[in-house]
């Protein structure tokens, strides 16, 4: 070893040492904000508060990035590091808030509670202190007696079952019990309640999978039905459990459903067909790739992961669903003129008119996307 590396390692020791102690006061100071987190849950919890607060996460996160520039320090590393330990602290808190119910004891049955989605509702409420009863296909014989008392019916099946369900269920209901569904279509299902039920209805549609092992910041569509005071409280539980409510009339979810559902799917599902049809490498392809096209067939390889029935039912669930699929193929086959004639100002100037139309929004994009993007690369 020569004197310029022992030189170095005399020098390099010490820092390093000086950083292996700073480490450990940024774990000692992490400890010590998480015993803080557990007084605010406990406070929380005695008062029903909801979990995620956005002004108070979003103000701290804006004056993080002004110390941090202060500082002589990256904002958006300080923003980063900072939502990783805002995300931690609100699962914990989210999965303490699991055991606080706004009416415990209550009477919950769940009708096709044996589907993923259906257990993962089972356990929250069970969780919250909830009696808590799964009614599945081979308990309709004791139908009658498990909806005894129940003050709440949530139904769980899958989409193209729902309607005849709600009418089989009913009759054993009482008029007090909350009816409610968790189906991503909401306009018949609710029209099919509310003709059906004497009692408070109102539908529910989660906007993510059951794998999500957790509400923390998941939305939850609410389409009202009838007696909203009669239901307040399961919408409060939701947001106990760190949901975020969106309300919406069951016509107006179904219309923005065929855009985020049906039509993303069923664009994702053309273009995988089209890779397959080509027989694309796709190994080989994502040797060359960009992290953004490795995102994109990153989604396409994750529908083709998935339940083939479920994504049909999603995707062929309605008329107006079919016809707007119909309507975006024919779209399409405006653009083949285009190309056949190499016509790039055409492209040029249809780019330019649509990114007008989609006005601020694309900033926005283009940093969420960048975030994915770097969080893509520094895994892969």
Not at 348 to 363: T, V
């Amino acid at each position: 070893m020569g004197n310029d590396d022992q030189t170095f390692n005399t020098k390099i020791i010490p820092l390093r040492t000086k950083i292996d102690n700073i480490d450990s006061q940024i774990l000692s100071l992490l400890k010590q904000r998480h015993a803080q987190v557990e007084h605010v849950v406990k406070l929380k919890k005695k008062h029903q508060i909801p979990v995620y607060h956005p002004a108070r996460e979003e103000d701290l996160i804006s004056k993080l990035r002004i110390q941090a520039q202060n500082a002589n320090l990256d904002p958006d590393f300080m923003e980063d590091l900072y939502r990783v330990i805002l995300r931690q602290s609100r699962v914990e808190q989210t999965g303490q808030m699991e055991h606080k119910g706004i009416r415990p004891g209550a009477k919950v049955l769940i009708v096709g509670g044996a589907g993923q989605m259906g257990r993962f509702f089972a356990s929250l409420f069970l969780k919250s202190g909830y009696d808590v009863k799964i009614l599945t296909r081979q308990d309709w014989d004791n139908a009658k007696q498990l909806c005894k008392n129940v003050d709440l019916c949530l139904i769980s099946v899958p989409i193209e079952k729902t309607e005849t369900i709600i009418e089989q269920i009913v009759p054993f209901l009482e008029p007090k019990t909350l009816l409610a569904d968790l189906t991503s279509i909401k306009t018949k299902p609710l029209e099919k309640m509310l003709a059906a039920h004497p009692g408070p209805v109102t539908g529910l549609h989660p906007i993510f999978g059951p794998t999500s092992g957790s509400l923390d910041k998941q939305i939850i569509v609410v389409t009202p039905g009838r007696d909203s005071d009669r239901c307040k409280w399961l919408k409060e539980q939701l947001t106990l459990w760190g949901g975020i409510i969106v309300e919406s009339s069951a016509a107006e979810h179904d219309e923005i459903m065929e855009i985020v559902q049906a039509l993303r799917h069923f664009a994702t599902f053309c273009f995988g067909q089209f890779l397959y049809e080509r027989g694309t490498p796709l190994e080989r392809t994502l040797e060359f790739s960009s992290p953004i096209y490795r995102l994109e067939l990153g989604m396409v390889g994750r529908l083709f992961a998935q339940d083939s029935s479920l994504y049909a039912e999603i995707i062929f669930a309605t008329p107006e669903r079919r016809n707007l699929l119909k309507e975006f193929i024919s779209s399409l086959s405006q653009h083949f003129e285009m190309l056949e004639k190499n016509d790039k100002d055409l492209f040029i100037s249809k780019f330019k008119h649509i990114a007008r139309w989609f006005g601020p929004f694309s900033e926005q994009a283009m940093r969420e996307s960048t975030f994915l993007i770097n969080k893509l690369t520094e895994r892969f």
